[in-house]
């Protein structure tokens, strides 16, 4: 096998961990030689479908956010994807696996854990404490905000205070109205939501137009992607992005990593040698590669365990009169965090946050009724379209060591192990659930709503890939510490959602790219 | 019998809200689903589906391709552009243009702001 020119530092994988710890490490050192291996290539905005007019079905098959339909409907050549078997868990994981990672295909909504979130041990019993707390990462989400560029409002009481948004918050429309006005009703917190969504032009992006489907990838960059925020100033401070580099293998020698094995897109396998690894292949991706290379400490190491979702239900409210469609980032409106700390009355510890969004496509909301053909589902299409209005209800997820991703003993496509998930809904979460879907029936009550329709535990709603490479003080029950370094071979570090040893109710992009450039911070300190 | 079916999928007529639907038969749809039940693998759902009697019980006994087969109407008829302008959207992709929306009115939130923070340490 040929042997590369050694490098200083080795990425694995270009999302948004391994793009901020690019970032951040070449800017807080001089002379050091970095390297990202992407298993993808970079985006082609021109191929986006958003362009066309096939983009919702484009938004089934080749460009659904799960990568078992990419594959299934053909695949898409802008994704690098690998099967997963997810048949034994009803959420079914999305992600994307080019320059960018999932902030290709995500939708950009960009909240942060509380400070709570960092101490569910101490403060509820359950699940455990951050080896540190809110105020140590702080000013690396204030960082990675004006890095990825963050429209919003300061001044929400149901979060410590925040320095001022850089970009007034996305329009609400008519639907956002009519639901800030039912929570001042109830008495609910809501709040605009911070997005990694520009609502003014900035250097070479431009703003949001309201499209839509941010899912589909932003042609006029307005959301926040790695590939057009960090990716451009860590390639001119020197890191570089070696695309179609799959790696199948973290070689390691006495409890240290002395390289990666990966091929590029000639398959050849080649040993790349590298003083220090970084892995930031997401929560499925990076125990896939590390459990390929042997790192787990035996049956009971934690890698690969406790894999958290976010496990949400949908209640959709149907209204006499239109609202605004399918217009505005379909994931970024307004939530609410009335309910996101614990009140053990409510039946369950920790808590749920409230989002609500926008509508889907015509053709989406066509296709998912049941039944979806004959008289009746058509008149059903006409009430609902423009008529309606999600209420999302995502849970906390707390860590269980039953719920796992695991490899099998073949060989997948790209070179590594066949990967599978197991994953259950807990007691807790199915009551958190059932809690967000009453408090909705409540909101679309007060909002005069026609009817509701619930969807609990919708199958492709996996966005969130956390938990399987936990952090934590003790070894025993931890696989990186404070600093992300494996406990296994201290020169790898873990640079993604699967470092996460608790999830909050929230979405998690905003704490991976906090928690990279800390991560950075402290690899530049002992090595830069 | 592609019309027919067709039509059986998605009648179109006056619907809810003002809504007017094409047919579809007036679509792309019937050449969608000759094309799909053309192919060997659909054979068996052709052959049930030649007569059109019994539709629901077709869905029953072949569920896996007859979802496939209302999979591809649906995507024939709701990507049409005179499908789309009969249920009040525009027929043009939703780039470069987007959408226009109420801009954000700051005013909703004050009894918001009137909250004490809330968060616990």
């Keep these: ?528 | 019998m592609h019309e027919s079916l067709a039509d059986a999928l998605i009648p179109g007529g006056p619907l809810p809200n003002g809504v007017v639907a094409p047919a579809g038969s007036m679509t792309l749809v019937p050449a969608r689903l000759a094309a799909l039940l053309a192919m060997p693998e659909m054979a068996a759902l052709a052959a049930e589906l030649e007569y059109l009697g019994d539709i629901a019980g077709v869905e029953r006994r072949q569920p896996k391709a007859f979802a496939r087969l209302v999979a591809a109407a649906l995507t024939a008829y709701y990507e049409a552009p005179q499908v789309l302008a009969a249920f009040g959207w525009p027929a043009t992709p939703p780039h470069p243009g987007g959408y226009p929306l109420e801009p954000f009115d700051s005013t909703l939130l004050e009894p918001v702001r009137r909250r004490e923070a809330f968060w616990r340490r």
């Excluded at chain 1, 020698?253 to 690894?277: I, K, L, M, N, W």
């Excluded at chain 1, 946050?353 to 009746?376: D, K, T």
């Excluded at chain 1, 406990?487 to 640079?495: D, E, G, K, V």
Aim: proline residues 8%.
């Design chain 1, 1 to 528: 096998m040929q042997r590369l020119d050694p490098v200083d530092v080795l990425i694995v994988g270009s999302g948004m961990g391994g793009a901020a710890f690019a970032w951040r490490l070449a800017q807080k050192t001089k002379g050091l030689r970095i390297l990202c291996l992407e298993r993808g290539g970079w985006a082609d905005r021109a191929q986006f479908p958003l362009w066309r007019s096939d983009w919702q079905s484009a938004a089934l098959g080749p460009w659904a956010t799960s990568p078992n339909l990419r594959l299934a409907a053909g695949g898409n050549p802008q994704s690098a994807d690998y099967p997963i078997d997810d048949g034994a868990s009803p959420v079914k994981p999305l992600l994307w696996c080019g320059v960018g990672g999932s902030t290709i295909n995500w939708n950009a909504h960009f909240p942060r854990l509380r400070p709570s979130d960092f101490r569910t041990r101490s403060l509820d019993g359950v699940g455990d404490d951050w080896p540190f707390g809110y105020d140590d990462l702080a000013p690396y989400y204030d960082l990675n905000d004006h890095m990825m560029g963050v429209s919003g409002l300061a001044g929400d009481p149901a979060n410590p205070e925040r320095p001022a948004r850089e970009y007034p918050p996305l329009p609400l429309g008519r639907a956002g109205r009519r639901a800030g006005e039912v929570f001042n009703d109830l008495g609910w917190h809501w709040w605009p939501v911070d997005a990694a969504i520009l609502t003014r032009p900035r250097e070479g992006r431009g703003a949001c137009t309201q499209c839509g489907p941010c899912q589909l990838g932003c042609i006029p960059c307005a959301k926040a992607s790695t590939d057009v925020t960090y990716w451009p100033e860590a390639i001119a401070a020197g890191v570089e992005l070696r695309t179609r580099s799959i790696v199948t293998q973290v070689v390691v020698e006495a409890g240290r990593a002395t390289g990666v094995v990966y091929s590029g897109s000639d398959d050849r396998e080649v040993f790349q040698p590298a003083a220090h690894v970084v892995v930031s292949a997401n929560g499925i991706g990076t125990p896939r590669l590390l459990l390929a290379s042997g790192l787990a400490r035996g049956p009971d190491d934690p890698l690969g365990k406790n894999l958290m979702f976010h496990p949400v239900a949908y209640v959709r409210g149907i209204f006499a009169d239109a609202l605004d469609g399918p217009a505005g980032p379909v994931g970024c409106m307004l939530a609410s965090h009335e309910f996101a700390e614990t009140d053990r009355d409510r039946g369950f510890v920790r808590g749920v946050q409230f989002q609500v969004g926008r509508e889907n496509g015509l053709l989406a909301q066509a296709a998912r009724l049941s039944p979806n053909w004959g008289a009746s589902a058509q008149a059903a299409v006409a009430a609902e379209f423009r008529h309606s209005l999600p209420f999302l209800i995502m849970t906390e997820d707390l860590p269980e060591a039953a719920n796992r991703v695991r490899i099998g003993e073949k060989l997948a496509a790209d070179g590594l192990p066949d990967v599978a998930i197991d994953y259950r809904v807990s007691r807790n979460t199915s009551a958190m659930l059932d809690f967000g879907i009453a408090r909705a029936a409540e909101f679309f009550k007060a909002a005069g709503a026609v009817r509701t329709v619930e969807a609990r535990l919708p199958p492709y709603t996996g966005w969130h890939l956390l938990g399987t490479a936990r952090m934590g003080s003790d070894p025993a029950t931890s696989v990186v510490d404070g600093r992300g370094r494996m406990h296994a071979a201290p020169n790898i570090t873990i640079c993604d959602g699967s470092v996460m040893p608790t999830v909050g109710c929230v979405n998690p992009t905003s704490t991976i790219g906090a928690l990279a450039l800390k991560f950075a911070d402290a690899l530049a300190q002992e090595i830069g």
